[in-house]
């Protein structure tokens, strides 16, 4: 799967063992990080500024090319330890429906925020298997001392009263993906 795709049960074998129930749960990925971890789930701040949004996520969020969104990127981490990057893109739109909220996150998890939402709704979970050429590679690899080979990703769009943020999850590697 080099290019996104929408996750359906019959694709599941094609997923890596260790991460398969990680890359298709719906529930809040920082919650079932929570539950695995050895030490306190961690989130480290990395960015969060107004940017012209790239053409792929432009595209998934159904929003005109180089219109300026707010990006938000994150390290969630067991203790010190990376164990995924997270990227944000929030619409002007949406985030002018709550700006407060988006703007006093810092480094709690947005997942908390977004499940907390009574008119929360999901768009399908689409996955990829990122190389080194690929942007969120690169964004994803720049924390790491190592880089591996592939990386999983999984991206969807939540919904806030009908305002759209994508929320994009590259898991970097860890033994904490085969101990499912």
């Known amino acids: 799967m080099k290019h996104w795709t929408n996750w359906l049960p019959a694709r599941k074998p094609s997923l890596p063992y260790d991460l398969r129930e990680w890359l298709t749960d719906s529930g809040s990925l920082t ?7 050895e030490q ?3 989130v480290e701040l990395l960015h969060y500024d107004w940017h012209a949004a790239l053409p792929e996520e432009s595209l998934f969020l159904q929003q005109p090319f180089r219109r300026i969104q707010l990006e938000r990127e994150v390290l969630l981490c067991d203790g010190d330890r990376p164990e995924i ?6 619409p002007q739109s949406t985030y002018q429906v709550l ?12 997942g908390q925020m977004l499940f ?13 298997c990122l190389t080194s050429q690929h942007w969120l590679y690169q964004l994803a690899t720049e924390w790491l001392d190592i880089r591996p080979d592939i990386l ?3 991206r969807s ?9 994508l929320v994009c999850e590259i898991f970097l590697p860890s033994e904490k993906w085969s101990h499912v």
């Open 99 to 110: 700006p407060s909220r988006f703007d006093n996150l810092g480094t709690k998890p947005l």
């Open 157 to 165: 769009c939540f919904y806030l009263n009908g305002n759209p943020v």
């Open 31 to 37: 919650k079932r990080l929570q539950s695995v971890s």
């Open 85 to 90: 990057y997270a990227r944000t893109i929030i």
């Open 116 to 128: 907390g939402e009574p008119t929360l709704s999901r768009s399908d979970i689409q996955v990829a």
């Open 152 to 154: 999983w990703a999984r």
């Open 40 to 42: 306190a789930v961690n």
